[in-house]
């Protein structure tokens, strides 16, 4: 069987034309179905990859111009500006390569943890038979190994979601937790989404125009508020995102204190994405007050990246096993026909020698039939267990193809149907 | 012979507490085997524990290194019972060497041997097992407010790896840190109370008296938390000042009575 992949990603083409060939889920499916004639296909479709994967057991197939004209087909006016940005990879390579992408180790963030489902579903509307179903299920069980041996996926790779992340490792459940938003800023917006994924409640949206913030605040179920009435919301919120551009501190020492103090102690998270900064970084002095501006975001955000590269390299150790595996089943299936003739033509000697001592055995009692069927069973089963294993064995290598022709010659396999279409 | 399960055990926590500390170095690799350190070295001195009691005519450990080897299990036990969850695996870290260490000074002290069992009463047998256990609590109870504390710090440091080696949140930490100081004060509580029922009046000693402050600032601490009046970070300061008072004054007025 042979496996052919074309595609084009990030790492070649600018998003200008990467955006030219992307599907969305209907019409991935309708194009694996379309290029699945007389083949198995599979389209992956994602905002940093458009890939066909195609398979067939017929050797003269051109595959990989099908998959070429497809998928150019797909924007015949920048069809020359993407012909030479292609990638095409054929059996290991390709198998190889799937697995990386369902690891997240071909994405821009490392571990990232949507490629996953894109590739799931790409398997749920692909047009799959023996190959690449097992190819598919192969690279999502590879991707899950890689999330759940390593840390790849564990840590944040964006400032929303590292501040989100750090509300938790201050509260643990953001359930019943109230976040105050102070400036109606894309930041403050995509931080605030982030902590009610988690189970936080936005409670207010500061702004210093109250109209602005309150198209803000219907969006994320908050009431909008001035920056007048922050001091008395500090005593009330747990966690505070503030994204203004105002020139000085919107939240200094002086104000927050006495709103703090009354907290007697309970934990107070200030995340200041803004430039100049919102909140006066003396606050930190106060008991379980922490202060965290875009830098140190950025840093732990850096940081978070570095771990998830340092647990690439065991995620590429671990595919590379994977794909391993695939190569020697794939490999095994040069000699599965030889294995099912020699089991097809041992089980036919067995029950034409069993039918010609039919005479003989007629006298037996039925339990006593069974009980022979059964030994006869068992011998050949026994005798051909080693040959299959070793033939799979020599499959893995590079010589299944030399054993499978002498277990052909050895046992006159097929020679039957030879001599009988000779005739 | 089987005396000799006090290596598997002392094995166990010392593999665990160097697991523990190669986790601070890569999240995620060690910690494994940190946890089946610990499950097989308690496995191991549940084993030892029991073969004592079989072997002895009355309360085997009651001897200093006896109920040091019986303050061990106590401990490792209940960490067992959060040190499994992944977030806790660091409580570990506080936990496991001072296991060991303790572990290794019973043995020394010949607490892991044949006794003869020379404490005959129930009552003074539970008396000491509750209060091993009230103090083997606040133990824990120590390590957690530990944890609180360097949480807490990292935080205010805006350390970068505060994401990458996660320790519990710090409202969890505080949390269970007060309910684990309860329940040991309950279980201590008991204990003192069986002790008084089963001693003379002449028994009362330094040690008695060291007990009896301990318990005294426990039960200041959590009333105070009670009321509002110190929480967080003060909390797990008296916390981690408790579990010094039991880990220094304890054993010092032991021996000097």
């Not at chain 1, 694996?32 to 197939?61: F, H, K």
């Not at chain 1, 647990?311 to 099912?340: D, K, N, T, Y």
């Not at chain 2, 910690?31 to 549940?46: E, N, P």
């Amino acid at each position: 069987m042979r496996l052919a992949l074309v595609g084009v990603s990030h790492r070649q083409a600018p998003v200008e034309l990467r955006e030219r060939v992307a599907v969305g889920p209907a019409e991935a499916a309708a194009l694996a179905g379309s290029l699945a004639d007389g083949c198995e296909a599979v389209v992956l479709s994602t905002c940093n990859r458009t890939e066909l994967y195609l398979a067939t057991v017929d050797v003269s197939e051109p595959l990989e111009e099908r998959a070429t004209e497809s998928l150019l087909a797909l924007a015949p006016d920048d069809a020359a500006a993407l012909a030479p940005l292609l990638y095409r990879l054929g059996d290991d390579s390709a198998a190889l390569h799937l697995f990386r992408v369902a690891a997240g180790l071909d994405s821009l963030v490392p571990g990232e943890g949507e490629i996953l489902g894109q590739v799931r579903d790409a398997f749920d509307g692909g047009s799959t038979g023996p190959l690449l179903d097992r190819l598919f299920r192969q690279a999502l069980h590879a991707g899950r190994r890689a999330r759940v041996e390593t840390a790849i996926g564990e840590n944040p790779s964006s400032v929303p979601a590292a501040a989100a992340a750090l509300a938790q490792q201050v509260f643990g459940d953001l359930a019943g937790h109230t976040v105050l938003l102070i400036g109606a800023g894309k930041m403050s917006e995509l931080t605030a989404r982030n902590l009610r994924s988690r189970g936080g409640t936005i409670g207010a949206v500061a702004n210093r125009t109250v109209e602005h913030g309150a198209e803000l605040a219907a969006q994320v179920e908050a009431r909008a508020v001035s920056l007048d009435e922050v001091p008395a919301l500090l005593a009330t919120s747990d966690v505070v995102i503030t994204s203004t551009s105002a020139p000085g501190f919107v939240v200094d020492l002086a104000t927050a204190d006495a709103a703090l103090r009354s907290r007697r102690g309970r934990p107070i998270l200030f995340v200041d994405l803004a430039v100049p900064r919102d909140v006066d970084p003396a606050l930190s002095t106060i008991d379980g007050c922490f202060v965290y501006d875009i830098d140190d975001l950025q840093a732990v955000v850096e940081t978070s990246l570095a771990g998830r590269r340092a647990e690439a390299v065991h995620a590429e150790q671990l595919v590379a096993v994977e794909a391993e595996r695939f190569r020697e089943w794939q490999a095994s299936l040069a000699v599965v026909p030889a294995i099912a003739a020699l089991r097809a033509r041992a089980e036919e000697i067995r029950a034409g020698e069993l039918a010609k001592s039919e005479g003989r055995l007629g006298r037996l009692s039925e339990s006593e039939r069974k009980l022979v069927e059964s030994v006869t069973s068992q011998i050949v089963a026994k005798l051909l267990h080693l040959p299959t294993v070793r033939m799979k064995e020599a499959a893995a290598g590079t010589d299944g193809v030399i054993y499978a022709d002498v277990v052909r010659n050895l046992f006159g396999l097929g020679e039957e149907e030879q001599s009988s279409r000779d005739r | 012979m089987a005396e000799l399960l006090v290596w598997p055990a002392l094995i166990g926590y010392g593999e665990a507490a160097f697991a523990y500390a190669g986790f601070l170095r890569r999240p995620g690799s060690s910690a494994r085997l940190g946890i089946w350190g610990v499950r097989i070295g308690w496995l191991a001195q549940t084993g030892l524990l029991i073969a004592q009691a079989f072997d002895a005519d009355g309360f085997p450990w009651g001897t200093w290194a006896g109920a040091l080897n019986l303050f061990v299990w106590l401990v490792v036990g209940a960490y067992l019972i959060w040190g499994c969850t992944p977030r806790y695996r660091l409580l570990g870290l506080a936990v496991m060497p001072f296991a060991a260490s303790l572990l290794l000074a019973a043995w020394a002290g010949g607490g892991t041997g044949a006794s003869s069992g020379d404490t005959s009463s129930v009552l003074l047998a539970l008396h000491v097992g509750l209060m091993l256990a009230g103090f083997a609590g606040l133990t824990l109870a120590g390590g957690l407010a530990g944890l609180y504390l360097w949480q807490d710090r990292r935080l205010k440091r805006r350390d970068v790896s505060v994401l990458r080696l996660r320790l519990p949140p710090l409202e969890t930490l505080d949390r269970l840190s007060a309910r684990t100081a309860l329940i040991s004060l309950i279980v201590l509580t008991t204990g003192i109370a069986v002790g008084v029922a089963s001693f003379d009046r002449g028994d009362f000693d330094l040690a008695m008296a060291t007990a009896i402050t301990i318990w005294g600032l426990y039960a200041v601490g959590l009333l105070l938390r009670r009321e509002g009046r110190i929480r967080a970070r003060r909390f797990a300061l008296l916390l981690v000042a408790g579990f010094a008072l039991v880990a220094v004054a304890l054993p010092l007025t032991h021996f000097a009575s």
